[in-house]
Each structure stands twice: as structure tokens, then as C-alpha cells.
Nanobody, 124 residues
Framework: VQLQASGGGLVQAGGSLRLSCAAS????????VAWFRQAPGKEREFVAA????????YYADSVKGRFTMTRNNAESTVSLQMNNLQPEDTAVYYC??????????????????WGQGTLVTVSS
């Protein structure tokens, strides 16, 4: 499966953005899907993830209450609604998919397919 992320941009602190990720080359209905981000000079970090059933959503503590992840298996898309964005949210955001297990769902190594990344810049 190939992933294509979109929706990044420049926003002022307190603003909102919605990222989207579309899968092609096959459905990811049996995959866990996730968002990660990587700020300049930092390691890639977990943001949010959903299991293939979509019944549970996992969030990093830093985004809880501000970000909402949704998935549509029928359309093979996932979205990340980001509200109350702060300068520390500035990063390249990546969507990922993989046949991962619960213990690995927040780890980079749990995912085998990655999108190209979309840049989110939050100005203060």
C-alpha cells in the first residue's frame, strides 16, 4: 500500500489544520494507521493511531484534547484534525500503516508503509 499525505501549511498559534492521508495500491482496512511527526533536529515521534477496527484511538499526551484522528476504511483514508495548534507542533507530519500489534502501535518500527510527509508550521 502507498500513502499520500496532504493538508499541511502555515497557521498562527491557536489555529487549526486538517491533514489527510489516502491509500492506494490496496486497502488498509486490516492495517493499523498512525500519524507521526518529526521536527527539525529531532527524532520522529508518535502523534496518534487507530487499530484496523477503528474502535480505539491512541494519542500522544502532548496532543490529547487538541487533535482528533478519524479513519474511513471504505475510502481508505485517514484524517487528523488539529486544533489549538502551538509552535511546538511545527514538524513534518507523516501517515503510516502497518500490520502492527498493540504493544508496537506507538512505535515507528510498528509500521511498514509511510507517506511522504506534509509540513505543518505554526507561528507564534
Amino acid at each position: 500500500v502507498q500513502l499520500q499525505a496532504s493538508g499541511g501549511g502555515l497557521v498562527q498559534a491557536g489555529g487549526s489544520l486538517r491533514l489527510s492521508c489516502a491509500a492506494s495500491g490496496g486497502s488498509f482496512s486490516n492495517y493499523a494507521v498512525a500519524w507521526f511527526r518529526q521536527a527539525p533536529g529531532k527524532e520522529r515521534e508518535f502523534v496518534a493511531a487507530k487499530k484496523w477496527s477503528g474502535s480505539t484511538t491512541y494519542y500522544a499526551d502532548s496532543v490529547k484534547g487538541r487533535f482528533t484522528m478519524t479513519r474511513n476504511n471504505a475510502e481508505s483514508t485517514v484524517s487528523l484534525q488539529m486544533n489549538n495548534l502551538q509552535p511546538e507542533d511545527t514538524a513534518v507530519y507523516y501517515c503510516a500503516a502497518g500490520r502492527t500489534i498493540t504493544s508496537e502501535i506507538m512505535r515507528v518500527r510498528g509500521y511498514s508503509a509511510w507517506g511522504q510527509g506534509t509540513l505543518v508550521t505554526v507561528s507564534s
